[in-house]
């Protein structure tokens, strides 16, 4: 294998692993969240503008009442779902999700079958 190919193949692996990670998850790709703090998004619980929060591990993203989104970390707080569902708040749980396996990571590992 002579190195224009091994360039083109190289170019083409780097551009399915770059079109795959943009279609993975299309539709955090055109949402913008703004970060806030967590007791300014516990004012907003208890003030009721909180619509619905999505819960991964202590990550929590949402809507607020007027549309906008928000992210933010919660701590320990063992009381946090009740106070929640108090308020009425829509609350999505799910697993932490394993991050993507890094693009060296994956030349590394398809390296043995370019050779």
């Not at 399915?16 to 007791?39: D, E, I, R, T, Y």
């Not at 929590?60 to 928000?70: E, H, P, Q, V, Y």
């Not at 009740?82 to 590992?109: F, Q, T």
């Amino acid at each position: 294998m002579n190195f224009k190919n091994l360039a083109m193949w190289g170019i083409i692996v780097l551009l399915s692993v770059g079109l795959f990670n943009m279609f993975q998850n299309p539709a955090k790709m055109g949402m913008s969240n703004s970060k806030v703090s967590f007791s300014t998004f516990m004012s907003e619980v208890d003030s009721g503008r909180v619509v619905e929060v999505e819960i991964q591990g202590n990550n929590i993203t949402g809507s607020l009442s007027d549309g906008s989104k928000f992210t933010t970390y919660s701590p320990n707080y063992p009381n946090l779902v009740e106070k929640l569902n108090e308020k009425g708040v829509s609350i999505i749980a799910s697993p932490v999700e394993d991050k993507m396996p890094s693009l060296l990571g994956i030349l590394l590992s398809w390296f043995p079958m370019l050779c």
